[in-house]
């Protein structure tokens, strides 16, 4: 059975920190819009107060994230336990964006390490917290992170990535601007 609490606790935290894994969720307010679930690594997450968080976001094919959250800010982020000890938990609030050379950039990417595909930070201002069994969850053993993407980044170059940004992260699926496009 879930408990909820409406903030983040040391013991939820540490749970967190623990995680090699987690997913975002967004969706757009029209009915028939896409609802986007995004799995995320790369150590990048991180609880700035018992109700903020952070990701560090890197450049990829698409950029549903920023246009949901800009749009509605309804944003989910899920993490569970592939080990031994069962547990899912789920933090539910309002999200945005944080881009380079904005007013809040200064604040937040301290807190990571911020590569050259670095898209954006993406945060959330939790309201609720939910945890629940994770009886349901595999068990899985974490191998490591993957290079694919750092080696793709460095074989672009920034003027490459700009352009694949200009190309790929503009609008979302359904035709929503992203942060990004506001920029322009």
């Known amino acids: 059975m879930g408990k909820f609490y409406d903030s983040i606790s040391k013991a939820h935290q540490e749970f967190i920190e623990q995680q090699h894994l987690f997913f975002v969720g ?5 009915g028939d ?24 976001d890197i450049i990829s094919s698409g950029n549903e994230t920023s246009a949901h959250t800009l749009e ?5 982020f899920m993490f569970c336990s592939f ?13 945005f964006v944080v881009l380079p050379n904005s007013p809040l950039w200064d604040e937040y990417a301290p807190h990571f ?18 945890t629940s ?5 595999p ?8 290079d694919i993407h750092f080696t793709w980044a460095n074989q ?29």
Do not use: W
């Not at 819009?33 to 560090?56: C, Q, W």
């Not at 068990?139 to 993957?146: P, V, W």
């Open 72 to 76: 509605n800010g309804r944003i989910t």
């Open 83 to 95: 080990d031994k000890t069962p547990n899912i938990l789920r933090l539910y609030g309002k999200g």
């Open 139 to 146: 068990r899985y053993e974490y191998q490591g992170e993957r």
């Open 133 to 137: 069994c994770g009886y349901g969850v």
């Open 156 to 184: 672009m170059g920034s003027e490459k990535l700009e352009q694949y940004m200009l190309e790929k992260n503009m609008i979302s699926l359904d035709g929503l601007p992203t942060d990004l496009s506001l920029k322009k």
């Open 26 to 30: 967004t969706a757009p307010l029209q």
């Open 33 to 56: 819009g896409r609802v986007n679930v995004s799995p995320k690594g790369l150590e990048a997450f991180r609880v700035i107060d018992e109700h903020t968080v952070a990701y560090m």
């Open 113 to 130: 390490t911020i590569f050259p595909s670095t898209r954006q930070i993406i945060v959330g201002k939790i309201d609720l917290v939910q």
